[in-house]
């Protein structure tokens, strides 16, 4: 239930900024500028900026100058930019995160790239495969860090999942099953249904991929079986679902049968009970257990792995909010570890400020993952019949 798991990350965040002083800054700290008045800012980047003292809130730009200057107003920006292209102007601004309609995210990463910012991008990373390709290469020529903001990956619970999957304590994988869905549907006037805004349930449920090719270290399927998308009512170019039947070579090599379900307008139970408690998950079957990651999404609200033995069907919990595998050493700026109060979002950040400080991030979403999350979606679409989102910005002619 994505659309849950995101409000209840609202809150999260929210509280987290009442309950946590802001700490102060460091004289040089990085001046973030903030491309659109998405949504999704105050937990992916404003409320994780007011705990860590090496950024500062400094722009904020929107289409329309009011909003930039309320946005501005309500988070305590310094600056408010009625067009994107003046706060990318502005050479205060050091690193940039664009949360535009994803159609949108390869033209303002790349013009703030051309002037030198460092980018934090959202999920999707791109329109398709093409721009992502392009905007790895860009980012590569002029030297400054991208990242595509795939924030589940940098907390605790995913190393804690990886870890004991790599273990192999419980054999090898043998097949994975990932979902992720929202009932009642994703309102009708939003970015997600328009296709000229790279929508569609396979680019904003990039996640349930995501959660299959890191629990395989797996790049592109060997084969995709199968897929079949529900088509959005207003425009069949949009998948409002998509179901897909992957093949993945496995970390031993193996072939390993992967579903993956995502879904926009989950049909209600019953026809009138939304499925709050499906929250987006991934089941790895091995040859001696069943591990389900419960909310491999957002796990800083609530998560669990679950590892049910076959041979004697009993089930063990694990879960982490701290620590762990890769933070558990890691001097944070939270301190050894960093807190268990962090979202993903805040784990996120701790890492890009580490890179672009030129130090080591303990977790990082590389280049080739992002250009390869892109061309599988770009050939789970081409299976299914429907186009692959179209670059609106940029191409030659
Ligand atoms: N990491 C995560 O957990 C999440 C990531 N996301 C990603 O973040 C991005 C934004 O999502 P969300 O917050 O839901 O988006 P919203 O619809 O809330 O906001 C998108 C913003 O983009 C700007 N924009 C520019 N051009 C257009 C256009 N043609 N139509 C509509 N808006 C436009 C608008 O800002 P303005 O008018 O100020 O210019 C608008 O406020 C998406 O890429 C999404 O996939 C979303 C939710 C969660
Ligand atoms: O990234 C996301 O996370 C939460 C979802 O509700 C949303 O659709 C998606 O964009």
Redesign the pocket.
């Known amino acids: 239930m994505a659309l849950v798991v995101?409000a209840l990350?609202f809150l999260h965040e929210y509280k987290a900024s009442l309950l946590h002083p802001i700490p102060n800054k460091n004289p040089g700290a990085l001046r973030l500028g903030v491309i659109?008045?998405?949504?999704?800012?105050a937990?992916?980047v404003i409320r994780p900026v007011e705990t860590h003292p090496d950024v500062i809130l400094y722009a904020i730009?929107?289409?329309?100058p009011e909003?930039?200057r309320a946005a501005a107003r309500n988070y305590h920006f310094t600056k408010a930019y009625g067009s994107?292209q003046d706060l990318l102007d502005d050479p205060q601004v050091d690193i940039v995160y664009v949360?535009?309609?994803?159609s949108?995210?390869f033209e303002w990463s790349a013009k703030a790239i051309e002037k030198g910012k460092h980018v934090l991008c959202?999920?999707?990373f791109t329109s398709n495969g093409d721009e992502a390709r392009r905007l790895v290469k860009l980012a590569a020529q002029k030297g400054v860090v991208l990242e595509e903001?795939f924030?589940w990956q940098f907390h605790p619970a995913a190393h804690v999942w990886h870890e004991i999957l790599d273990s192999k304590k419980y054999g090898k994988i043998i097949g994975t099953n990932a979902r992720m869905t929202t009932g009642p549907s994703v309102p009708g006037e939003?970015?997600?249904w328009?296709f000229d805004?790279a929508g569609g349930s396979a680019?904003?449920m990039t996640y349930a991929l995501s959660f299959t090719r890191q629990a395989l270290h797996a790049k592109h399927p060997e084969e995709i079986a199968s897929v079949a998308c529900r088509p959005s009512k207003s425009d069949p170019r949009v998948d409002e679902a998509m179901y897909a039947n992957m093949i993945f070579r496995g970390p031993d090599s193996q072939l390993i049968p992967s579903k993956i379900y995502v879904d926009m307008a989950r049909p209600l139970l019953c026809g009138i009970i939304p499925r709050f408690w499906e929250w987006p998950s991934i089941e790895v079957e091995t040859e001696e257990a069943i591990i389900y990651f419960y909310n491999a999404m957002?796990p800083h609200l609530y998560h669990y792995i679950a590892i049910t033995e076959k041979r004697t069907g009993k089930t063990s919990y694990v879960k982490k909010y701290s620590g762990g595998p890769i933070w558990g050493d890691v001097e944070t700026t939270g301190g050894k570890g960093g807190q268990s109060s962090w979202s993903t979002?805040r784990w996120q950040l701790e890492a890009f400020v580490d890179a672009v400080r030129g130090k080591k991030p303990p977790y990082w979403v590389t280049s080739e993952e992002s250009i390869i999350q892109m061309e599988v979606i770009d050939s789970l679409y081409t299976a299914a019949g429907l186009p692959i989102r179209p670059t609106n910005w940029g191409k030659k002619s």
């Not at 730009?61 to 329309?64: D, I, P, Q």
Request: proline share 5%.
């Open positions: 995101q990350t659109s008045s998405a949504a999704i800012n937990a992916a730009a929107s289409r329309e909003v930039a994107y949360s535009t309609p994803n949108l995210h959202e999920k999707p903001a924030h939003d970015i997600r328009k805004l680019m904003d957002m979002y």
